[in-house]
């Protein structure tokens, strides 16, 4: 896992790996310069004409070093300076070295607008703002987003905050190379507009001060969700691998339990059953022949919890509907203490009757999307509210609670945030949750633990997703191709 670190600890990193290293600060500055320069000749040709706006501070330090070495490698170029604060130190080495060799200006005017450039870069504020622009800054920003150039952010769009809601002007950047580590402001879907796409380079900062801090906010990675995956043994059989029940579908939504039937038969489940209405049947038997169907004595809806002797795990919610007798039904599944995955309807239910709440058994994983979330605990003002919000259901329900959407967020009961480095736009289709349900459940029932249920499942959708998306396309994925490409996310881990 990837360590998302506050402010406070992006300071303390960058002192002790000056220390420690050791390297003067502008060295380390230099450093950080020829990383950004690394990943923008590779983006960007030498027949683009850049302009880079500064700050007096380091993050304008680093625009003014990354200026020098464009000019050295053929960018034509050129340079504002936004002042407004003290210069540091670093900065003013910098401005001495780009001094006569690269066109210097000083913004002063709501009138400019930085004309005759391809790409713009920013380098007016880094990560440690901590209060809104203003005055001549935010004229800059606003200059800025009235470019039609393309705006690249050094660290961090100017104006926002990295750990923090953001008020105030923001640089709306369509790229940002940020250093070392991940910041949450980039996670949370309020700041995509002003992100963009971003990009972490290595800038060589103590590695072994990272690992010592104490973090509770992580990116995934490939390389730690690994370490999650199980073996299995030779002569292992069916039975170890756990027992799963499902309950899903109803009149005209039959679809969603075939999805998350299939999606945890690929998950590795050993059995799977699936209870479904009586009206159910045929369609289950004939898409799905490796499970075994339990059949409600209801044509059309679920109406009765099922036996769950022999079932280690259940799923629960995709096209239940909601009707009374479904909510009593699913009070009696809760009141089994069976660990569970809840999703769609069931959400839909606890939120509408949230005394069952306290029904829901420990180590549970609850995957509402953001809507269904709001339902369980009313609006938040911000994302990063809603991230606290989460981490107080984990809490209460001592169990992980997966907010669906980009970077899908887990909260676990520990007071931990997970964010997933795999999905895409094209995942935004219906059944896409039905299949996670599946995948989750199925894992479940193999005796993962259920935050690591949580990371391994969402992982292998998100990546299942990305390879269906590069064969298929964005705009044609369905829901089936995430079912159809989980085998090969698996084999991209083992």
């Known amino acids: 896992m990837i360590k ?17 290293e050791p390297i003067a600060s502008i060295d380390l500055m230099e450093r950080a310069c020829k990383a950004f320069v690394n990943w923008f000749v590779l983006k960007f040709d030498a027949t683009r004409r850049i302009t880079i706006v500064c700050g007096t501070g380091n993050n304008g330090g680093d625009g003014l070093g990354i200026a020098r070495l464009l000019h050295e490698r053929g960018y034509p170029i050129n340079a504002w300076l936004v002042r407004g604060g003290n210069e540091t130190a670093d900065f003013s080495i910098n401005l001495k070295r780009l001094e006569g060799k690269v066109e210097i200006r000083n913004f002063v005017s709501t009138a400019e607008i930085f004309p005759e450039c391809d790409v ?58 940020t250093f070392q580590l991940p910041r949450l402001a980039f996670l949370v879907p309020e700041n995509h507009a002003v992100v963009g796409e971003w990009q972490i380079v290595d ?17 995934m990675t ?16 069916k039975g170890d691998y756990g027992h799963a029940l499902l309950i899903a579908g109803s ?9 998350a039937a299939r999606g945890a038969l690929r998950a590795g489940a050993g059995l799977l059953t699936v209870h479904v209405p009586g009206g159910g049947n045929y369609i289950l038997q004939t898409t799905v022949p490796e499970a075994m169907v339990s059949l409600d004595p209801n044509e059309n809806i679920f109406s009765q919890a099922p036996s769950l002797d022999g079932c280690n795990v259940v799923g629960i919610g995709p096209g239940i509907g909601q009707s009374e007798v479904t909510v009593a039904s699913l009070r009696d599944v809760l009141e089994s203490g069976k660990p569970m995955i809840l999703d769609a309807d069931a959400l839909n239910i606890l939120g509408a009757n949230r005394e069952l709440l306290n029904l829901v058994p420990q180590g549970s994983i609850l995957t509402p999307h ?3 979330f709001q339902r369980l605990v009313g609006s938040w003002p911000n994302d990063f509210d809603r991230l606290t919000k989460q981490l107080a259901l984990a809490r209460q329900l001592q169990s992980v609670v997966l907010v669906k959407g980009a970077h899908t967020a887990m909260a676990t009961p520990e007071g931990n945030l997970y964010f997933n480095c ?7 289709t219906g059944g896409s949750g039905d299949v996670l349900t599946g995948i989750l459940t199925g894992l479940l029932a193999q005796g993962y633990s259920t935050t690591d249920t949580a990371l391994l499942g969402t992982y292998l959708h998100g990546l299942a997703g990305d390879l269906a998306a590069r064969e298929k396309g964005e705009h044609a994925l369905i829901a089936s191709d995430l079912i159809e490409f ?8 083992t």
């Open 4 to 20: 998302i670190l506050d402010i406070g600890q992006f300071r303390q990193l960058d002192a002790h790996t000056i220390q420690h």
């Open 120 to 177: 713009l870069i920013d380098a007016l504020f880094g990560s440690g703002l901590t209060r809104p622009a203003q005055g001549e800054y935010e004229k800059a920003i606003n200059a800025m987003n009235n470019s039609d150039a393309i705006r690249v952010a050094v660290d961090i769009p100017s104006g926002l905050f990295a750990d923090q809601h953001s008020t105030g002007p923001i640089v709306k950047a369509h790229h940002t190379v």
């Open 203 to 219: 800038i060589g900062l103590d590695k072994s001060f990272i690992q010592s801090c104490e973090a509770s906010r992580y990116y």
């Open 222 to 237: 490939r390389k730690s969700v690994r370490k999650i995956l199980m073996r299995r043994d030779e002569f292992s059989h």
């Open 251 to 259: 009149l005209g939504r039959m679809g969603a339990a075939v999805l």
């Open 370 to 372: 953001p809507k269904e």
């Open 422 to 428: 795999t999905g895409n736009p094209g995942m935004a």
């Open 486 to 493: 989980l085998p090969a996310a698996f084999r991209t881990l």
